[in-house]
C-alpha cells in the first residue's frame, strides 16, 4: 500500500507516495470534497507548506510590521501599514484554506477507516489536538476503501 503512484491517480483515490507537488496540486483540485481518502503522503506535504507559510508570514510581520508604525503617547508602538498589509493578507490566505484543509483532515481520516466527523474531537482543549495528531499518523488501512466512490 506505500508503493509510490504516479499522478495518473485518479482524484478520487489516495496518491501513496505523494511528491510535494502533487500533494499541493490535489489539495486545491479537491478543494470542497469531503469523499474518498488521502494518504499520509498528501496530508503531511500539505501541511508543512501550511507552515512554512504561516512562519514566512510571521517573520515579514516581525521585521516589517513596525515601518511605518507611530510611538503612542505611553511609549508602545503602534503597528504601521505594512502590518496592516500583511494581516490582510494572511487573513485571507486562512479563508481561502479553511474548507480545503478540512476536506483534507476528513479524508485522512478517511483513509486510517476512522468516520470524517472524528474531526471535531480536535475542540476538546487539549486532549482533541492530540488525538487527531494520533489519527492523522496512523497508516492507510484498506477498510478505508468503503468510503471511495463507488466505481
Known sequence: MTTPQNSETPLWLPLYGAS????VRRFFRKYTDFTGRASRSEFW????????IAVVFEILLLTLG???????SDGTRALGPISWILLVAYLIWVVVIVTPSIALIWRRLHDANL?????????????????????YLLPSKPEGARFDRQR
Do not use: E
Open 20 to 23: 510535494f507537488g502533487d500533494a
Open 45 to 52: 506535504w500539505w501541511w508543512l507548506l501550511s507552515v512554512l
Open 66 to 72: 513596525n515601518v511605518g508604525g507611530v510611538t503612542t
Open 115 to 135: 468516520a470524517g466527523p472524528f474531526f471535531f474531537l480536535g475542540f476538546i482543549p487539549v486532549i482533541g489536538g492530540i488525538l487527531l495528531l494520533v489519527f
